[in-house]
């Protein structure tokens, strides 16, 4: 198998019963695994709920290192909708030939340097780099802060020694909190100051609300732009025939995000709170119990998508769920989108190969299932074109 290969630990399950069940801190999850079970249960918002305890939707759950709900990704409609009205447009500016333009000199800039040396530890020295400068834009901020940002590491809220680490969560909320009161004495036209002035049915935003906001930000498209990054970087190494062809056929270069996106789904799953008896594939779920939307599980389907564990770099057809579905889809998407789509104009445009000198796997324990999500560390070389 390849070094870049992703393969999929929930097929037998997915085939034979269509869930799955793990223990998550003494609060067990039932994982969906079929893609058209995994958008009916994405779609069915008031059965399957966003809006519980903050931190308990999230795999593993947080309830115990944050009280603040991330918003809008852990409210339900209608309040959902309100919220996503103020932020929609912010979001987008990804979109806009200037905020690109910034983005290819950022992933330019930073292609250039790695290039000039031995070896590139792609996940700290490249990805979240890249990752931590691309904020910058998304915050409207000076470009220095991505310092901080990458001194991080590469999630918020886990460390080598624990996959909840209340000390680098304060970290974050006590940064997020002076940002705030940052804004507040001086105006501008970042994202923090956007917040403050925004309204919500005829109501300024709290500063708990705008802390829910920017707690999600910086949360939410972390480790999986870092892995989405990697992952694609590792790809590309061991598949040059695929640069070779996106540089004779640039008009594939967004069928082929999509399905880098897809294959590797840098994000397995996400739960929901149960808020009445029902059944799942024959399984009876109680109230109040936990179910995950398997995205990765959902990507793999073969009675969806032909060939699902290969990467098929001109496939057209492609409704993965690698950004969630439904009423939660993801925000960052955008953003997440136009990171890689520079990323690979620009290998395209730069490099000429990638060898892979040495890895470790980052391997995710569900229960029974065993599922690569990425590398813990993943050293290459960049050669120019």
């Known amino acids: 198998m390849k070094k870049s290969a992703i393969s999929c630990p929930f097929e037998k399950s997915r085939l034979e019963k269509g ?22 249960c994405a779609h069915n918002w008031k059965t399957f709920q966003s809006g519980a305890k903050p931190g308990r939707i999230v795999i593993p759950s947080e309830v115990n290192i944050r ?16 919220y996503r009205i103020i932020l929609e447009k912010w979001f987008k500016r990804p979109l806009e030939e200037s905020y690109e333009n ?11 340097v790695s290039m000039v040396k031995d070896s590139v530890e792609v996940i700290n020295e490249f990805a979240l780099v890249l990752q931590s400068r691309a904020l910058t834009l998304l915050f409207n901020v000076p470009f220095s802060e991505s310092e901080t940002w990458i001194s991080w590491g590469t999630h918020v809220f886990r460390s080598e020694e624990t996959a909840l680490d209340s000390y680098k969560a304060n970290v974050l909320y006590d940064y997020i909190d002076r940002q705030i009161e940052k804004s507040i004495a001086q105006p501008g036209e970042d994202f923090y100051s956007k917040l403050l002035a925004a309204e919500v049915n005829g109501k300024k935003l709290t500063k708990k609300e705008i802390k829910g906001v920017v707690i999600l930000t910086f949360a939410g498209g972390r480790d999986t732009v870092i892995n989405a990054i990697t992952n694609s970087i590792a790809y590309f190494a061991e598949h040059p025939e695929s640069i070779e062809r996106l540089r004779r056929e640039p008009e594939l270069i967004k069928f082929a995000i999509e399905e880098l996106i897809r294959y590797f789904s840098p994000l397995t799953h996400m739960g ?6 029902t059944q799942i594939c024959g399984r009876a779920i109680k109230a109040d119990t936990r179910i995950s939307l398997n995205w990765a599980s959902a990507n793999r389907d073969a009675s969806v998508f032909e060939n699902a564990d290969e990467v098929v770099i001109d496939r057209k057809i492609n409704p993965h769920v690698a950004f969630g579905f439904g009423t939660h889809n993801c925000l ?16 395209i445009d730069k490099v000429g190969a990638i060898d892979i000198f040495d890895y470790e796997e980052n391997i995710e324990n569900l229960g029974e299932f065993k599922r690569k999500v990425g590398y813990k560390n993943i050293n290459v070389k960049f050669h120019k074109k």
Not at 102 to 112: D, G, H, S, Y
């Open 19 to 40: 869930y799955g069940e793990m223990n998550d801190q003494d609060d067990p999850v039932v994982m969906v695994l079929r893609h058209k079970d995994v958008r009916k």
């Open 67 to 82: 009280d603040v709900r991330q918003i809008p990704f852990e409210v339900d409609p209608p309040m959902h909708g309100e």
């Open 102 to 112: 910034e983005l290819r000199k950022q992933i330019e800039a930073l292609v250039e």
């Open 272 to 277: 929901r709170v149960v808020t009445e008896d």
């Open 332 to 347: 960052g998407a955008t953003h997440a989108r136009q990171i890689m789509k520079v990323l690979v104009q620009t290998l």
